[in-house]
């Protein structure tokens, strides 16, 4: 049995908004242990998510709502299946069967004389083999969660659907670790500006109407973001963080690009520059070459990614932009076969 492409999906979307919570709700700077615990918490709520009403779906998150502390994260990740994968299974309905009371007591004289005989034929070998049967199971039962209830064909059911969940949890795990690794991918979609290009200002937040398509930042409250009027210099592989964007017009990217005063859908190779790398619209209309998961493509530049303005109206209300993004369609993300749910990845770029 294999996972399906849904599934796969809903776990890793599902699990990095846990993730991203987290981080969010945390008041101070986690600690390892902190941080482990919310790897594991998000990814159990995601796989009990992804999968849908289950025994064992069920049982994990009993079990995970059982500190307080997880209520809102699981109601997060969760969404629309918090109160359904909260509700106790139904059980059985109760009722009996008419039955005569000569025939029972026959049936069950006529089984007490057969479990005698058998149990006189038993062998102490066959003894041990249903012994350990029994501890396994007991065992088991243990394992998997919500299996306490559980009989042992149903127990054997829920136990398999389980395991190619969690094979496909650790999957999911191994193949982040390996993009961590090899292209310092971020989760959070907080970006560390790079090169000698230093902060010219800071920019007072104003909250508003931000869309939150594409998992975009919103400007909040009392909080100040860095301006940067230039960018590190392009070279023939210029690092950068490639970001997400909507192009279209209604999406999270305010309003037509800059360079043609027009919309693009979701199927165009385009992105934004940060405004150092913009230089007030000299690359526009010029291709790019982005380099990144073993692969490489062109875009063509259409806007700026403000890095001076933000926080109104005109800009959604987001923040400015880091000094070095390339805002890129989903078009772009998946010639590259990156899922744009990550939010943010390394990358380098080059001018065609």
Not at 157 to 176: F, G, I, K, P
Request: some cysteine; overall charge positive; hydrophobic content about 30%.
């Amino acid at each position: 049995m294999k996972p399906t492409r849904a599934f796969q999906q809903t776990l890793l979307r599902q699990m990095l908004l846990g993730l991203r919570l987290s981080v969010a709700s945390s008041k101070t700077t986690m600690t390892l242990q902190e941080r482990k615990a919310a790897v594991k918490l998000s990814a159990d709520a995601a796989m009990a998510c992804a999968r849908g009403s289950r025994r064992w779906t069920r049982g994990l998150v009993a079990r995970l709502g059982k500190d307080d502390k997880n209520k809102s994260l699981l109601q997060f990740i969760l969404g629309k299946q918090y109160e359904r994968l909260t509700k106790p299974p139904s059980s059985s309905p109760s009722w009996k069967i008419p039955r005569s009371k000569r025939i029972v007591r026959r049936s069950l004289a006529m089984c007490s004389t057969m479990r005698k005989r058998r149990q006189a034929k038993r062998s102490s070998g066959g003894v041990l083999a249903r012994n350990l049967v029994k501890k396994r199971t007991q065992v088991l039962r243990r394992l998997v969660p919500g299996g306490e209830s559980l009989d042992g064909f149903s127990l054997l059911d829920e136990t398999l659907d389980y395991v190619v969940a969690l094979r496909a949890q650790v999957d999911l795990m191994q193949n982040l670790l390996s993009n961590l690794e090899g292209s310092k991918l971020s989760l959070v979609t907080s970006h560390r500006p790079i090169g000698s290009c230093h902060a010219s200002g800071y920019l007072p937040s104003t909250s508003g109407n931000c869309k939150r398509g594409y998992d975009s930042d919103c400007c909040e409250d009392g909080k100040s973001y860095p301006q940067y009027r230039c960018s590190p210099p392009v070279t023939t592989h210029t690092r950068a963080q490639m970001t997400v964007n909507c192009f279209a017009e209604g999406c999270d990217g305010g309003g037509p690009s800059e360079c043609d005063d027009s919309y693009h859908s979701d199927d165009e190779m385009v992105v934004a520059l940060s405004t150092g790398w913009y230089a007030g619209g000299s690359r526009c209309h010029k291709n790019v070459r982005i380099h990144a998961n073993g692969k490489s493509v062109v875009a063509k530049v259409v806007d700026e990614c403000d890095s001076v303005h933000g926080c109104d109206e005109e800009h959604d209300f987001q923040p400015p932009c880091p000094n070095n993004v390339v805002d890129a369609s989903p078009a772009v993300w998946r010639a590259l076969g990156i899922d744009d749910n990550l939010g943010v990845y390394d990358i380098t770029w080059s001018e065609e």
